[in-house]
């Protein structure tokens, strides 16, 4: 029995369901405890685990400004009302306001004049309607007018969060009515001597391989700005992976590389290549890293001119994904990168087919994919005889110009991101990634690293 479970299980019956973050408030247990504990009760029959999105619906400052001083299209309706043209009015009524005017029957045009074709009651009601809708969406995140919050989405005035929790709900199995009692002078089994977890020989195996092949390692904090985990590598920043829903923030800024050149540079390839006013703001947000080519990132910007060179990184990464058999909101990634003008799409091929070699999967094939931030891209799979299939292990490509060059002045530059806990899974013979991190004491005694082939 795990520290302070009998309190959680305590709490849960008398409460019946608590998200995992008030369970753990209310027992006075971090919360990575409390999960350990509800994944023991479950185990036991006394919970269950599910997962709730929630979506709040926020007002962008545009319409903090319509809530305010009006829409653009009572504005035109106001013109009408006065006897003014088209001509006379202003860039955001004739590029917002008109249309919307028009589609909410306000005006009509005839001749190049605006000419009123509603009352002014009319107009005041929608104009009072829209600041309902604004108060409504800053106090309960949500609007039951869907025709209003269909409108509001089409003008980009609101934007759309989701969140995931995770609720524990007590099963009513009938709670243990006694602990048992231990005798504490019986003897036991001696101790086993530690060794180290399967993960992390695994890890230093990987490592060595790299280095067989000439490789030189990165490292670097899990901690990261979203410049360098996101800007640096062409991700736009709207991008659907930078939502909270996948994306670990935290509280604080982080600040832009003192090359100022560089962020001009990393600027200017959004700016031209996405097409949008490119946020400094944004780019200081705080994240626990998503992939670890944010170290690939910050190498090559180190290395300039420094041609050709191999570096690879092993680290953690962390994605805010619902966890089950197959996903972890905390994994390992295996990052390689080739800085050389002289590399080619063959060599990239080449590397991954004796990595993977190297660790005694034999057939290996690729298959064309796509990933933000390269191009070509492909997809790496192996041959698993135990299973009779291919399965997927990782992704790769040639980092995108826009990426390489204002980091490195380089390209091609050769990169890929590998899983390292789905070829371990393979080579053991297991079906859920959550068993390397439950803390079975029987399983790391027994579990030894497959030999492998060098």
């Known amino acids: 029995m795990y520290k302070g479970e009998d309190k959680v299980l305590g709490l ?105 074709s509603k009352t002014g009651e009319d107009v005041l009601a929608a104009e009072r309607r829209m600041a309902e809708a604004f108060a409504r969406l800053q106090e309960t995140g949500s609007l039951a007018d869907t025709t209003l919050l269909d409108e509001l989405f089409l003008r980009n005035l609101v934007r759309k969060k989701a969140e995931r929790r995770t609720v524990v709900k007590y099963s009513g199995k009938p709670l243990p009515q006694q602990m048992p009692e231990f005798d504490i002078s019986a003897p036991a089994a001696d101790a086993h001597l530690g060794k180290a977890h399967v993960i992390t020989a695994f890890r230093d195996r990987l490592a060595s391989i790299m280095a067989e092949m000439g490789f030189e390692e990165m490292d670097g904090s899990i901690v990261e700005s979203t410049f360098w985990n996101f800007d640096a590598l062409f991700q736009p920043q709207d991008h659907p992976a930078r939502d909270l829903a996948d994306t670990f923030y935290l509280r604080g800024e982080s600040p832009l590389p003192s090359d100022k050149a560089l962020v001009k540079k990393v600027k200017d390839a959004h700016e031209k290549g996405w097409k949008y006013k490119w946020s400094e703001a944004e780019a200081k947000r705080t994240v626990l890293r998503t992939h670890t080519t944010a170290l690939s990132a910050r190498c090559l910007s180190s290395v300039k001119g420094a041609k050709p060179r191999k570096f690879f990184a092993i680290g953690r990464v962390f994605r805010n994904e619902a966890t089950d058999f197959k996903h972890l909101a905390e994994f390992h990634q295996v990052e390689g990168i080739i800085a050389w003008d002289g590399a080619t799409f063959s060599d990239l091929l080449g590397v991954l087919k004796e990595f993977y070699r190297k660790l005694g999967f034999e057939k290996i094939r690729f298959r064309p994919s796509f990933f933000p931030y390269t191009e070509p891209s492909l997809e790496v799979e192996v041959y698993y005889e135990p299973r009779g299939q291919w399965l997927e292990l990782g992704g790769a490509g040639i980092f995108r110009p826009e990426v390489s060059v204002p980091l490195a002045g380089a390209y091609p530059v050769l990169a890929w991101g590998l899983s390292l806990e789905r070829p371990l899974m393979l080579m053991l013979g297991l079906d859920d990634i959550r068993t390397f991190y439950r803390n079975d004491i029987d399983f790391l005694k027994r579990t030894r690293l497959p030999g492998l082939n060098k």
Request: charged share 30%; net charge neutral; no cysteine.
């Open 12 to 116: 849960l019956a008398q409460r019946n369901e608590l998200s995992l973050e008030r369970l753990a408030a209310e027992a006075g247990l971090n919360v990575d405890s409390v999960r350990r504990i509800v994944e023991s009760l479950k185990g036991e029959g006394y919970a269950t685990v599910a997962t709730v999105e929630s979506i709040t619906i926020t007002p962008t400052d545009e319409f903090m400004g319509y809530a305010k001083s009006g829409t653009p299209e009572s504005r035109v309706f106001k013109a009408a009302t006065e006897g003014k043209s088209v001509s006379g009015l202003s860039q955001e009524e004739k590029q917002f306001g008109l249309p919307w005017a028009r589609k909410k029957g306000f005006v009509e045009i005839e001749k190049g004049a605006l000419v009123a």
